[in-house]
Nanobody, 114 residues
Framework: QAPLVASGGGLVQAGGSLRLSCTVS????????MGWYRQTPGKQRVMVAS???????DYIESVKGRFTISRDDANATVILQMNQLKPEDTGVYHC??????WGWGQGTQVTVSS
C-alpha cells in the first residue's frame, strides 16, 4: 500500500464542521484496521479515531461525541466527520492503518479559529 493521501481539510471557525477522507485499496480496507492521526508542531502524532475491520470504533476522549470515523466500501474510502470543531483540533491529519504500517504521505491541514 502506497502512502495514503488525505483530503478535506481547511480553515473553519470554532463550532464548524469538516469532512476528511482518504482512499485506500479495497484489499487494504478489508484487511486492516484504519485510523485518523493528528500531528501538531512540537507534539507527537496521536491517533484521534480508529475503526476496526468489523466496525468497532474508538476515539480519544477529547473528540468523543464530535468526530465520527466511517468507511465507504463502494469507494474504498475512510472518512472522518468532524463536528463542533475546537481550536485544539487544529493540526495536520493523516490516515493510516492501525498500527501504522505505511508511509505518512500527504496529510490535510485543519485549522480551527476561535
Amino acid at each position: 500500500q502506497a502512502p495514503l493521501v488525505a483530503s478535506g481539510g481547511g480553515l473553519v471557525q470554532a463550532g464548524g464542521s469538516l469532512r476528511l477522507s482518504c482512499t485506500v485499496s479495497r484489499n487494504a480496507l478489508a484487511r486492516y484496521n484504519m485510523g485518523w492521526y493528528r500531528q501538531t508542531p512540537g507534539k507527537q502524532r496521536v491517533m484521534v479515531a480508529s475503526r476496526g475491520t468489523r466496525g468497532r470504533t474508538d476515539y480519544i476522549e477529547s473528540v468523543k461525541g464530535r468526530f465520527t470515523i466511517s468507511r465507504d466500501d463502494a469507494n474504498a474510502t475512510v472518512i472522518l466527520q468532524m463536528n463542533q470543531l475546537k481550536p485544539e483540533d487544529t493540526g495536520v491529519y493523516h490516515c493510516n492503518s492501525v498500527p501504522p504500517l505505511w508511509g505518512w504521505g500527504q496529510g490535510t491541514q485543519v485549522t480551527v479559529s476561535s
